[in-house]
């Protein structure tokens, strides 16, 4: 059974940081490209960032030089260290592996990023 449990959010000032954790289990997770989406509340949810199983990475223009994607193969792990929050970054966030336009697995519960003053 495929599961991902994100961890790390919480209520922070915006110019803050945060670091979030995704760990894996019933995936060869060594293998595949991840990713971290978000949804704010009335939105859709969107691709934020994606690490490739060799470490190439992408952002959206939106945290392009606030956030950072990295992995822990050895501990079937994803993080997204965010930098420099703002109050536009308030959303659930959820990890999962991108495949095409959609994803490969069900979603897990998400952690919640509240920036606010």
């Known amino acids: 059974q495929v599961q991902f449990v994100e961890s790390g959010g919480v209520l922070v000032q915006p110019g803050g940081s945060l670091r979030l954790s995704c760990t894996t289990s019933g995936i060869r997770f060594s293998i595949y490209t991840m990713g971290w989406y978000r949804q704010a509340p009335g939105k859709q949810r969107d691709l934020v960032a994606t690490?490739?199983?060799?470490?190439?990475?992408n952002y959206a223009d939106s945290v392009k030089g606030r956030f950072i994607i990295s992995r822990d193969n050895a501990k079937n792990t994803v993080y997204l260290q965010m930098n420099s929050l703002k109050p536009e970054d308030t959303a659930v966030y959820y990890c999962n592996s991108p495949y095409g336009r959609t994803v490969q697995y069900a979603w897990g519960q998400g952690t919640l990023v509240t920036v606010s003053s």
């Open positions: 690490i490739s199983n060799v470490g190439s990475t």
